[in-house]
């Protein structure tokens, strides 16, 4: 099972969104908690899926001390239940520790949907 943790933020409400994501059958999951700035996380665990079949393009940018995994869909309902998507978007900060997990994600997905390779000196 590929699962690897994730950081968001959600600037519309100053909120930042950690979290676990992970491969599950044909979806890709997103289980995370809210954090308020200068607050503990809220206890409640959050969890948004995204079908496979919406998914239309994931890239991976790599950057010195974390990576971007950004992922586009083709509806914006998938991402209803995640409030760090804007306009079928989200982009998910991932640690340089995780990233060779992310990257083994974005070529499981699919190849073909990566809208750009993986850019090795950005």
């Known amino acids: 099972m590929i699962a690897f943790p994730f950081a968001c933020t959600d600037w519309s409400s100053f909120h ?20 308020q700035w200068g607050c503990l996380p809220k206890a409640r665990v959050r969890e948004a899926r995204l079908p496979r079949e919406v998914i239309t393009a994931m890239t991976l940018r790599k950057g010195w001390f974390r990576d971007v995994l950004a992922i586009q869909t083709s509806s914006l309902r998938s991402w ?31 190849p073909e949907k990566a809208v750009s390779p993986i850019d090795e000196f950005a």
């Open 80 to 110: 209803e239940e995640f409030p760090g998507a804007v306009d079928g978007r989200a982009r998910l900060i991932v640690g340089k520790e995780d990233r060779e997990t992310a990257r083994e994600l974005v070529a499981l997905l699919s």
């Open 16 to 35: 930042e969104i950690k979290g676990l994501l992970r491969l599950e059958d044909e979806d890709l999951v997103l289980e995370y908690r809210i954090v």
